[in-house]
């Protein structure tokens, strides 16, 4: 089955700055990669995906990167601010989603 | 208005009794989920649910019984509830096939004493 690993698993970067998360997946049949925000003391809601026919998907400050012969994934937030901070999941389809471990964002004021 | 919603948000209970978490979705969505999120935020799905078939069980011990009564509701009931099962377990659902957005509740915390 799938596997998904997500680097770091904490991130600070300070207010402006850019972020990156990345993740790695190991079914090459996976073809949906979505990424999930999670604030405190709430459910994940979707930020943005990339399907595995698509190379870099753009949302105003948020963009994902998929290299599929490589089998990795990232996001990159620019600009970042306080409202960034969260957990975010990478996640990766093949019969079912599987979601990476999480990174926490700390934007730092 | 609330997308899914789950009930209780909050829940703390003694070891060994039995109690259930309710979920509810007005997405007209075809598929349900429910997923357990540890205290280390590791998110894992435990049941998926079509049209009130279940699909996916992701040998979860049998103490975790999830109910469709129809596609719009998943409940899951716990019997005999361990310290282990203490987490936040979060209700799903998304249109019927892969590739399609998940739509999570705001959680059910779950503490077992």
Known sequence: ?109 | DTAVSQTPKYLVTQMGNDKSIKCEQNLGHDTMYWYKQDSKKFLKIMFSYNNKELIINETVPNRFSPKSPDKAHLNLHINSLELGDSAVYFCASSQQGLGNTIYFGEGSWLTVV
């Open chain 1, 1 to 109: 089955g799938e596997n998904v690993e997500q680097h770091p698993s904490t991130l600070s970067v300070q207010e402006g700055d850019s972020a990156v998360i990345k993740c790695t997946y190991s079914d090459s049949a996976s073809n949906y990669f979505p990424w999930y925000k999670q604030e405190l003391g709430k459910g994940p809601q979707l930020i943005i995906d990339i399907r595995s026919n698509v190379g870099e998907k753009k949302d105003q400050r948020i963009a994902v990167t998929l290299n599929k012969t490589a089998k990795h994934f990232s996001l990159h937030i620019t600009e970042t601010q306080p409202e960034d901070s969260a957990v975010y999941f990478c996640a990766a389809t093949d019969d079912k989603i599987i979601f990476g471990k999480g990174t926490r964002l700390h934007i730092l004021p």
